[in-house]
């Protein structure tokens, strides 16, 4: 994990901010934030775990600094101030996914009321972490444009099961087994593989994904060829003859932060293409004005 302190002792304390996660700090002192989210059966912590590799990359490379990674959690809290997020484990993924989609749009508004009202966010959702987010972007945009058009700059997900999970025949076979065989069976999963079985479905995601480009949202859905679990024509919007853009079969990073490849799908996070891919469309952080940084 990239360690954080040496970051905080170079600034001043007026560019920090605490984070929800206990020992982190947000950095002010850039305008882009890149907001994380893991999948299925995580827990706290996980998703900056596993996007480990990529964060190292955009911080040599990219001019991001430790602070300037969020992560999502799937649980929050009420209090006097409102909704905050709070630690999740994995029995909080193992809900409906209205319920997954409400904690995380939770999570960005505590972000968006906390950090500096200039900040420009960009969301990467790994599997689930990529459906919550691209359906709590558009719900945000939609629902609250006057907070959100303009600060939300791009979605990117990996091997997100968008259209839902549609595994045909293996599938049904899967069922009559019992499913656990190859993915958990909680309520997410259910509605995930009734999703992938209705074509209305697919045309309400296509249809959000209009409206987040027609906001100047930049969306970038990619897809790992060797995933057995979300299969590119689940996970990647786009016209047909456009598809093989967003598939990503490049070299491997053998350094992936130590978190496993979790529950068949292929080993996208380590994928040193994607991570370009991604870096290119999210763009070099850029200095706060009267920033530490800056000055």
């Known amino acids: 994990m990239v360690d954080e302190r040496a970051a905080f002792a170079a600034g001043s304390l007026a560019d920090w901010q605490d984070d929800w996660q206990a020992g982190r700090r947000l950095s002010t002192r850039g305008l882009n934030k890149i907001a994380l989210a893991a999948g299925m059966l995580s827990r706290s912590g996980e998703a900056l775990a596993r996007f480990d590799g990529f964060i190292r990359y955009l911080m040599?490379?990219?001019?991001?600094?430790?602070?300037?990674?969020?992560?999502?959690?799937?649980?929050?809290?009420?209090?006097?101030?409102?909704?905050?997020?709070?630690?999740?484990?994995?029995?909080?993924?193992?809900?409906?996914?209205?319920?997954?989609?409400?904690?995380?749009?939770?999570?960005?508004?505590?972000?968006?009321?906390?950090?500096?009202?200039?900040?420009?966010?960009?969301?990467?959702?790994?599997?689930?972490?990529?459906?919550?987010?691209?359906?709590?972007?558009?719900?945000?945009?939609?629902?609250?444009?006057?907070?959100?058009?303009?600060?939300?700059?791009?979605?990117?997900?990996?091997?997100?099961?968008?259209?839902?999970?549609?595994?045909?025949?293996?599938?049904?076979?899967?069922?009559?087994?019992?499913?656990?065989?190859?993915?958990?069976?909680?309520?997410g999963v259910r509605e995930l593989v009734a999703r992938g079985r209705d074509p209305r479905h697919r045309v309400a995601v296509e249809r959000i994904a209009d409206r987040l480009r027609s906001l100047g949202v930049k969306l970038q859905t990619l897809a790992d060829p060797a995933d057995i679990v979300v299969t590119p024509e689940d996970a990647i919007i786009a016209p047909p003859f456009e598809r093989d853009r967003y598939l990503v079969n490049g070299p491997r990073a053998t350094w992936t932060g130590g978190v496993g490849v979790p529950l068949g799908h292929g080993p996208l996070l380590s994928d040193t293409l994607a991570w370009v891919r991604m870096a290119q469309l999210i763009g070099r952080q850029e200095p706060r004005a009267g920033s530490s940084e800056q000055a």
């Open 60 to 187: 040599s490379n990219y001019g991001y600094e430790a602070g300037d990674f969020l992560e999502i959690s799937y649980n929050s809290v009420q209090d006097a101030d409102g909704w905050r997020p709070i630690p999740y484990d994995s029995t909080h993924c193992d809900v409906t996914l209205k319920d997954v989609t409400a904690h995380v749009g939770r999570s960005l508004r505590w972000y968006r009321s906390v950090l500096p009202d200039d900040t420009r966010y960009h969301l990467i959702g790994y599997s689930l972490g990529g459906v919550a987010l691209f359906e709590a972007s558009g719900a945000l945009l939609f629902g609250e444009p006057d907070r959100w058009v303009g600060r939300l700059a791009s979605v990117i997900t990996l091997s997100a099961p968008l259209f839902g999970t549609d595994l045909g025949l293996e599938g049904d076979v899967l069922g009559a087994l019992g499913f656990g065989a190859l993915l958990p069976g909680g309520q």
